[in-house]
């Protein structure tokens, strides 16, 4: 998230901003998944025409000619852009007739402007096959660093207002992740579950209801651990050390107002609070438990 100390055998380009080149075309796709899918896809088909025009076992007529005939293939999505609906109805669409010019247009007009000129002169300057790979690269370049220099700058001095960034330099790479985004893994042991929960109005360590209750979560896979923690403290992650630094402690106490097996958990998330019906069976249990921490919503409040 932050760059590391610098490299003094590296001479960095002091117009570049700090954070330039740690991010990918794949981490734009994960950013913003239409467009960093579309651009990935119009590197394959930039890729794919280099290929052709290299190939030494084509004559050149065949080169050019399988190069011009070049087209995207649609991409499958539940809310299908604007160039995605036009590929479903044709099969494949050149890339000349999306009518795609050297401009950032936002996805919102949230953002207070329409569109952004890649290059000067950017409006009237048509993405073509032969300047693909140029437009790829500075699209990635503008979502990736220019767009987002002044936010990025506001948020490194804004965190060295709090922790000074010289100090970071003590912490490796997957400590400081650990310690700003807590353990993406969770996982605990029963031994874990009895020594820093807190079972408590009609619950003791020792009642069949939570002891059903602490068998259930030994038994779950990473997924389900998330789905819990999310449900029950509105994080999905653990503070480093797990569930002995989570605070407040996770509280467990019994559902009075359940009716019998067919009630739900509850929670209090702010404190950690699961109100807990007392089930007869742990496979019961399981099911409403994580039948609740897949719902979305304050209704199980």
Same mark, same amino acid.
């Given at each position: 998230m932050f760059?590391?100390?610098?490299?003094?055998?590296?001479?960095?380009?002091?117009?570049?901003?700090?954070?330039?080149?740690?991010?990918?075309?794949?981490?734009?796709?994960?950013?913003?998944?239409?467009r960093g899918r579309f651009l990935l896809q119009l590197r394959a088909l930039a890729t794919r025409r280099r290929q052709i025009l290299t190939d030494p076992n084509l004559s050149h007529e065949d080169r050019c000619r399988q190069a011009d005939n070049l087209a995207l293939t649609p991409y499958t999505s539940t809310k299908p852009?604007?160039?995605?609906?036009?590929?479903?109805?044709?099969?494949?669409?050149?890339?000349?007739?999306?009518?795609?010019?050297?401009?950032?247009?936002?996805?919102?007009?949230?953002?207070?402007?329409?569109?952004?000129? !890649?290059?000067? /002169?950017?409006?009237?300057?048509?993405?073509? +096959?032969?300047?693909?790979? =140029?437009? @790829?690269?500075? #699209? *990635?370049?503008?979502? !990736?660093?220019? /767009?987002?220099?002044?936010?990025?700058?506001? +948020?490194?001095?804004?965190? =060295?207002? @709090?922790?000074? #960034? *010289?100090?970071?330099?003590?912490?490796?790479?997957?400590?400081?992740?650990?310690?700003?985004?807590?353990?993406?893994?969770?996982?605990?042991?029963?031994?874990?579950?009895?020594?820093?929960?807190?079972?408590?109005?009609?619950?003791?360590?020792d009642s069949p209801g939570f002891q059903r209750f602490v068998n259930v979560l030994v038994d779950m896979n990473p997924e389900e651990r998330k789905a819990f923690l999310q449900f029950t403290t509105g994080c999905s992650s653990l503070p480093p050390g797990g569930l002995a630094n989570l605070y407040p402690r996770l509280t467990v106490v019994r559902k009075v107002d359940a009716t019998g097996n067919g009630s739900y958990p509850s929670v209090n998330t702010c404190v950690h609070y699961l109100k807990l019906p007392e089930y007869d069976s742990e496979e019961i249990l399981r099911e409403r438990l994580l039948a609740a921490t897949r719902e979305k919503g304050f209704h199980l409040n």
């Open positions: 760059a590391p100390p610098p490299n003094k055998s590296q001479t960095r380009d002091p117009s570049l901003p700090w954070f330039s080149g740690f991010l990918s075309h794949e981490d734009l796709a994960v950013v913003d998944p239409t852009s604007i160039s995605q609906k036009i590929q479903s109805a044709a099969g494949q669409v050149r890339l000349e007739d999306l009518g795609l010019t050297f401009q950032f247009a936002p996805s919102s007009k949230v953002f207070g402007f329409t569109d952004v000129e !890649l290059r000067p /002169g950017g409006a009237d300057f048509e993405v073509t +096959l032969d300047n693909v790979e =140029d437009y @790829v690269e500075q #699209m *990635s370049e503008f979502c !990736l660093e220019r /767009g987002i220099r002044r936010q990025m700058e506001a +948020l490194r001095q804004g965190f =060295d207002r @709090v922790f000074p #960034m *010289s100090r970071l330099a003590a912490f490796s790479p997957s400590e400081l992740r650990l310690l700003l985004c807590g353990d993406q893994s969770p996982s605990w042991t029963r031994e874990d579950i009895l020594n820093y929960t807190e079972p408590k109005l009609g619950y003791s360590r």
